[in-house]
């Protein structure tokens, strides 16, 4: 999947040089299925993500959630828009190739940082992630965008995130919930999403046993969820970046709460995205 560099003439007498992360079919594959593994893109940088979840982790922010399953066992820790503070995280996302596979996957001559998420469960953890969509949950609205789900352990197909292949051209948006299950908004008009897990033989579902430095490329409009994590001794650390492409629009949506909420943004309904929360990576 990786490519050399490629050469591309502007003019007779000026070169540049434009680096290509991706093959043609992992870009193909991410636009008809909704998702894509692109495999050891982000090796150089595990160690980075690594240590910057170990400090977000040592020093959450305030809103950060922990979730339990019924039985016990380990936590289900979830976190984000903690890059201003992280060195880490910010390292990764300023110098590392992320912007430019996002140019590549949304086909955006802009790629701006929405936030980044990160997801932790510990082993033991009897908490699935239920089946959800990303873009209703948002303050933003483009037709680029882009969530890049990194693995920073092992994760075998068995609890890996699954997406329902093509669900980003449903032209649908369901009620997004917390992971516990409880609706974000009571009566934000959505319906509910159908039973994915009861069902699964009327879907595509596609998933890939990942390693630390591949990533899960998908659409803030996919459909996915993740098991709980079975393993007995592994932890499943996940780092997730979300970018979004050109012509992407601030979204207010009246009497519902957004996640995350982004409560300093001071920009209107359908406002370019101009705001120092969400700096521009490559223009
Ligand atoms: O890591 C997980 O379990 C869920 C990840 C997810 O929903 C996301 O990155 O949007």
Same mark, same amino acid.
């Given at each position: ?128 992630? #239920? ?11 483009? #037709? ?140």
């Amino acid at each position: 999947m990786l490519l050399s560099n490629v050469g591309i003439t502007l003019r007779d007498d000026q070169e540049e040089t434009v680096s290509r992360h991706l093959d043609d079919q992992t870009i193909q594959a991410f636009r008809d299925k909704g998702a894509a593994v692109l495999r050891g893109i982000f090796s150089d940088w595990v160690d980075t993500l690594r240590d910057g979840v170990d400090a977000n982790m040592a020093d959450p922010d305030p809103t950060a959630r922990i979730y339990k399953g019924e039985n016990g066992g380990g936590r289900f820790f979830v976190d984000y828009c903690n890059w201003a503070r992280i060195p880490e995280y910010k390292d990764f996302i300023f110098n590392s190739p992320a912007a430019e596979i996002g140019a590549e996957l949304m086909d955006s001559r802009q790629v701006q940082l929405f936030h980044e998420h990160v997801l932790v469960k510990e082993a033991q953890t009897g908490v699935p992630t #239920p089946w959800h969509q990303d873009a209703p949950y948002y303050c933003v609205e483009g #037709p680029k965008t882009l969530s890049l789900w990194i693995p920073l352990d092992e994760i075998p197909r068995e609890t890996t995130l699954e997406f329902v292949s093509g669900s980003h051209k449903w032209d649908k948006f369901f009620r997004p919930q917390r992971f516990d299950g409880s609706a974000l908004n009571e009566n934000d008009g959505l319906e509910d999403i159908p039973d994915i897990n009861g069902n699964r033989s009327d879907y595509e579902i596609i998933g890939w046993p990942v390693s630390p430095g591949d990533a899960v490329a998908f659409d803030y409009r996919t459909i996915h969820g993740a098991p709980a994590n079975t393993s007995a001794s592994s932890q499943r650390r996940a780092f997730s970046l979300r970018l979004v492409g050109d012509d992407v629009r601030f979204v207010r949506r009246e009497g519902i709460v957004t996640s995350p909420p982004f409560k300093e943004v001071t920009l209107q309904h359908g406002d370019s995205l101009a705001a120092e929360e969400f700096p521009v990576l490559l223009s």
